[in-house]
């Protein structure tokens, strides 16, 4: 067998169970043989890599709302729900407030990129205004909620706390700019991803006063 | 046996003659509980730890097949737990005593694992600190700071106000944080991105050939030291802040051709040092961006 | 529930049925969309796409083929779809690589003696390595070599014979080595280069 046949053969058949011809091949080439020992080790290394991984659970509430949202979902609690009341659903459960605020990014940036440039400044206030509402609703439910009561444990909370007034000092700001210009499309983009780590924080800061008490 | 067919199988974990071990660590007294537990592994093992207290996790390596766990409890008010299955080890603490000062919920882990190890680490205000691993981590911390050595891997790192240093780090890293700041110093990562709101970035080290490096931080300073080997290309734009260029010999027009230009409501710097073969993305909403070679 | 109840009350619009197929298989499709992007962001954004695509068509599953099948079918074209908008130049199924050597002798790839791989390769860099192979190339490693599928299974989400899928494997495999092998020279270049720096000049 010559090097051209060898490779054939494992184009054709792999590289096992190897023929007794290829068998003999490698041990007299080593040009071969060093290319079959590469490859076999990728192989392997490649079998170790995880063929299953767990993706983030608000794709799946992603997915749902807008099959909800087209109808193509039923059955979900009885009737079907207009899009944005399913927030109001979602938020009963705190750990799906990321998730909430996230699909509302969608919508947001959908609004936002689908409409004619005139209109831009005419929608401005109205793409942020769910996302306001939900956060502040969180917020809500947040101060309502008994955190852990205990003296110094609270250097977490007050880690959290402290952080949530940055954040929302951030938001203001960046608030602030979008209103004088609108069009400016850092500020919007930085506005958005600082909505998003707000709910992030509320959702922490729930769990935490959860599995405290 | 045919290959596809053992792959298909291993994607189911294996519990091979290890079982379940479960064992709660309840101490008869009150003061702080030493105790140590040995797990024999046969791959690369999976360790998760998930601290509800407080507490340092610090993980080194060494060549045995074995991951033995140091736990240090302050009271019996917190318990910890630990599980094997397979290769996959499982620690958790929580509070079984509501009223629990910050002392008594303190746990501290020490471990030591395969040089081969996946880690997630979850805990609130104690110290993260990993040396010496290969494999994937997800590092999660409150307050705590993260510090990683000579670590490689996929690496994703989130914090709401705790700080990273990732020094002489490999493979891909995912910084995100509220207020923290995150300084990855030597590294030979090929591809980072580091968000921050209110912290600061300083990256100080090479950029791998194809890397690609995206650092943002909302209101804090944004810090990029280069040697006279790199060859990036740099996108770099504030909308309320400075950008601060100290390499302008350095960099060139975009060597690729492409012409930038920021929008008129944002500050910008284009350029390519070298031959433009990594990619390089710096943004501050309302800090400084600032560029410099390394002496 | 068995999955052929779940698609049948899929079919018929049930939140439940849809949640089941999603837990069933998501955790393979993200797997695969990961290798294919290398990032989170854009693999869970196709994942997404993926099943919408595949939940907004079940009506029309009769299976002539395996759902599972199906389905990654979608995602592959999905995936595929979107590397072919971001990326020049368009790597198709059929691409062929160096030209085949006109002699009897080795291919220039095969051998390549001056470095052997063998310990020099870790799990970065090989999932590194995987991100630079051409779309076509890389769905067809990840699809067998790392998700394990049979090459008849293959052929059918690709839509190509299984003579193809056996042949771009190779080719994958042989590309694949080529990559590893310049990671690992460029490496030993990076550690020649910081030992140089940490020594400092002579005298």
Known sequence: MQCRELEVFFE?????????????????????????DD??????????????????????????????????IHGLSGDRLPWWQSFAELFRNRSLATAAVAVVMIVVA???????????????EDPYASTVTALSQQEHDLANMQLASTGENSAVDASLRQNLEQVN???????????????????????????????????????RGGSLN | MKL????????????????????????ANAAPQRVEKHFTVKGRPVVVIRNVG???????????SEVVVTGTKASEKIAVETEQAGDRIDVTSSIVDSTANAREMEANFQLTVPEETELQLKTQT??????????????????????????????????????????????KLEFSSISGSAQVLQPSLSNVKLRTMTGNILFDGDFVHTGLYSMRSGKGLVEVRFSGNDSFDLNAQTATGTVDNQAAEYLKPDSHGVKHMASKFSKGLFGTVGMGFAKVELSSYSGTIRILKRD | MSEADAIRLAQAGDAAAFEFLYRLHGRRVYALCLRMVGNPSDAEDLMQEAFLQLFRKIGTFRGESAFSTWLHRMTVNVVLMRLRKKTLPVASLEETTEPDEETGGPRKDMGAPDLKLTGAVDRVNLERSIEKLPPGYRTVFVLHDVQGYEHNEIADIMGCSVGNSKSQLHKARTRLRDLLQEEVREQARNERQIAKTQTGPAG
């Open chain 1, 12 to 36: 054709e058949e792999g590289l096992a169970p190897l023929s007794a011809a290829a068998r003999q091949h490698l041990s007299e080439c080593h040009a071969c043989k060093h290319f079959f």
């Open chain 2, 126 to 171: 104690g110290l993260i600190y990993v040396e010496q691993v290969t494999g994937d981590m997800t590092l999660d911390s409150v307050a705590g700071d993260v510090h990683l050595k000579e670590v490689s891997g996929y690496i994703i790192v989130t914090t709401t106000g705790g700080s990273l240093v990732c020094t002489q780090c490999a493979g």
């Open chain 1, 110 to 124: 959908f609004l936002l990129g689908s409409k004619p440039r005139e209109q831009v400044l005419q929608v401005q």
């Open chain 1, 39 to 72: 490859v076999t080790g990728i192989v392997a290394l490649a079998h170790q890599l995880p063929a299953e991984l767990d993706p983030p659970e608000h794709i799946w509430i992603s997915i749902r709302n807008e099959l909800v949202r087209e109808g193509t």
């Open chain 2, 4 to 27: 596809s067919t053992v792959l298909r199988r291993s994607a189911i974990l294996p519990v091979i003659g290890a079982g379940v071990l479960l064992s709660p660590w309840m101490a």
């Open chain 2, 54 to 64: 407080n507490g340092r996790i610090e993980v080194k390596s060494w060549k045995n």
């Open chain 1, 169 to 207: 000092e951030f938001i203001a700001d960046c608030e602030r700019r979008v209103r004088a210009e609108p069009s400016d499309e850092l500020a919007r983009e930085y506005l958005t991803n600082a909505y998003q780590q707000k709910a992030q924080l509320l959702s922490a800061m729930m769990d």
